[in-house]
């Protein structure tokens, strides 16, 4: 990861915004909620419990963090598999996202679990409100990115499913 400053003007974006920033993967809802698709094109679905940070992964999202499918993973595990500049720039992303309401989009590079190396990963968070439209949670998508792909702020529009 590659921080450009300062992240919450380039990473950010308002909620109003988040189906333009998912846009090219909302386009076939029966591939979306299959998980072994999703899986097979490098992408997962997550969500984060702002009560007791427990996480809910796809399939696609252990793969990228090459962790076993199914497994519980504390939220620590996962952040520890950031390399330090991506962990950094995504405390930072996701602490503006919980207190501003606002979504963010940033590419990272992680240490994969099952020892294969590092790998670069898209990562599109957007908060989950409540009724008094207090943030309760974040979800979103992983994408693992091609070796030498170039960092944008969406999700490659070569692969085209979502929630």
């Not at 008094?132 to 070796?147: F, R």
């Not at 960092?151 to 490659?156: A, M, T």
């Amino acid at each position: 990861m590659r921080p450009i400053e300062p992240l919450p003007l380039h990473h950010s974006w308002p909620l109003y915004d988040l189906r333009e920033h998912l846009a090219p993967v909302m386009l076939d809802s029966s591939l979306a909620r299959n998980d072994a698709a999703l899986a097979e094109r490098g992408l997962g679905l997550w969500h984060c419990d702002l009560t007791d940070d427990s996480l809910t992964w796809t399939a696609g999202v252990y793969d990228i963090f090459g962790l076993e499918r199914h497994i519980s993973v504390p939220r620590a595990l996962s952040v520890s598999l950031y390399a330090p500049d991506s962990r950094e720039a995504m405390q930072r992303l996701r602490t503006y996202a919980i207190r501003h309401k606002r979504g963010f989009t940033l590419d990272v590079d992680i240490h994969q679990a099952d020892g294969m190396g590092q790998c670069a990963m898209r990562l599109i968070a957007a908060p989950v409100l409540n009724d008094a439209q207090e943030v309760i949670g974040l979800h979103g998508v992983k994408q693992m990115l091609p070796h030498g792909a170039a960092r944008s702020h969406r999700l490659d529009p070569t692969i085209f499913v979502m929630l």
